[in-house]
């Protein structure tokens, strides 16, 4: 069987050292063991699950949302059903924030576009960054609120 260290784990996934023990304190990848010396030993599965772990935050899933997944996947018996819920609830999270995007690349356009001639004081870019009534978005945000209605 082979086994690996983490810092093997690391460099075959890439997700940093300190990421793979905050994941095992938290469950999602099992305890390994650990050789007399004391260095964790992880297996092939543990691999596997730290691949599908780092795939899945790729995709923008949190990590109790992940370890809802992790368990279906070891649950081959169950339905389907609440894996793609799961993923909607993700795909509905991304489509609200590509829509924050878009209204903050809109302004962005605007403010960049504007043809200022005089001085920096009075260009459109620090007239909208002075004026927070102008936040375009920022009630979507989290930890936001915003004075436009």
């Known amino acids: 069987m082979k086994e690996y260290s983490i810092g093997q784990m690391s460099r075959r996934t890439g997700v940093k050292v300190t990421t793979i023990r905050y994941y095992?304190?938290?469950?999602?990848?099992?305890?390994?063991?650990?050789t007399t010396g004391g260095q964790r030993r992880y297996?092939?599965?543990a691999l596997e699950r730290l691949a599908f772990l780092r795939h899945a935050r790729e995709l923008g899933f949190g990590?109790?949302?992940?370890?809802?997944?992790?368990?279906?996947?070891?649950?081959?018996s169950?339905?389907?059903?609440?894996?793609?819920?799961?993923?909607?609830?993700?795909?509905?999270?991304v489509d609200r924030r590509l829509s924050?995007?878009?209204?903050?690349?809109?302004?962005?356009?605007?403010?960049?576009?504007?043809?200022?001639?005089?001085?920096?004081?009075?260009?459109r870019v620090i007239e909208v960054l002075g004026d927070h009534r102008l936040c375009i978005g920022a009630h979507d945000l989290p930890g936001e609120t915003s004075q436009m209605s």
Request: one cysteine or more; charged letters at 30%; a negative charge.
């Open 100 to 123: 924050i995007l878009a209204q903050l690349r809109e302004e962005l356009v605007r403010m960049a576009d504007a043809d200022d001639p005089g001085h920096a004081g009075k260009c």
């Open 24 to 34: 095992e304190s938290r469950g999602l990848i099992p305890s390994p063991a650990r």
């Open 63 to 76: 990590l109790d949302d992940i370890s809802d997944l992790m368990a279906l996947a070891e649950a081959p």
């Open 78 to 93: 169950e339905a389907c059903a609440p894996a793609h819920e799961i993923a909607r609830k993700q795909l509905a999270a």
């Open 43 to 45: 297996d092939e599965a």
